[in-house]
């Protein structure tokens, strides 16, 4: 069926390192997708989004791709800091389905100090 | 401060008890959503509603029921017909168009003792 999915569910990196987080989804027809991040206990924060018109966007030491030709979303993280340990979802959202925001199952970012 | 307002933040329900989880927002924001996250596992959608007085079920409705009687509030009873209502629970709103992204409130933990 139709998902989003995610690669690797642990990815441990040391710290000062560039972090990337891979996604896939099944949905050619998807309009617009959304990485968040979860810390313990709280509710997801908003990262960057990117349209499907887009192949590249960069926010605040974040780089989100999106290679609509083998359906794959990555997030980049650069310099990673202590503080960029958590569970990040990718999450899609397809507009002709009433806004519903899919979600993949995440992958957790461990930061070696 | 602008936001969404989860509460109680941790409750405790008895089985065969009906508990309502309270989620207001003030962003003026025209959708509103519930999501239910189990220990280690991503976002599953339960309702969601895109104006006041109209709600829609998402994927695991069953043994829950939400109202959108004011714009800014969307409560969610979890009734004694929910099996296995442990869980971190998770509002979220979205504005209108042109507005995609959507966010999150700090969830709600319930647990049944």
């Known amino acids: 069926g139709e998902s989003v999915g995610l690669h690797l569910p642990t990815l441990s990196v040391q710290e000062g390192d560039n972090s990337i987080i891979n996604c896939a989804y099944s949905?050619?027809?998807?309009?617009?997708f959304i990485w968040y991040k979860q810390e313990s206990g709280k509710g997801p924060q908003f990262i960057i989004d990117?349209?499907?018109?887009?192949d590249k966007r960069q926010g605040q030491r974040v780089t989100v791709l999106l290679n609509k030709t083998v359906k794959h979303l990555s997030l980049q993280i650069a310099a990673t800091q202590p503080g960029d340990s958590a569970v990040y979802f990718c999450a899609e959202i397809r507009m002709d389905s009433s806004y519903k925001l899919i979600f993949g199952s995440g992958t957790r970012l461990l930061v070696r100090p | 401060d602008g936001g969404i307002t989860q509460s109680p933040k941790y409750l405790f329900r008895k089985e065969g008890q009906n508990v309502t989880l309270s989620c207001e927002q003030n962003l003026n924001h025209d959708a509103m959503y519930w999501y239910r996250q189990d220990p280690g596992q991503g976002l599953r959608l339960i309702y969601y509603s895109q104006i006041v007085n109209d709600f829609q079920k998402g994927d695991i409705a069953e043994g829950y029921s939400v109202s959108r009687e004011k714009k800014e509030s969307f409560p969610l009873t979890v009734t004694s017909a929910q099996k296995n209502p442990t869980a971190f629970y998770l509002c979220a709103s979205r504005p209108g168009p042109p507005g995609n992204t959507i966010y999150f409130g700090e969830g709600s933990w319930l647990t049944v003792v």
């Open positions: 949905n050619s027809a998807s309009d617009y």
């Open positions: 990117i349209r499907s018109n887009m």
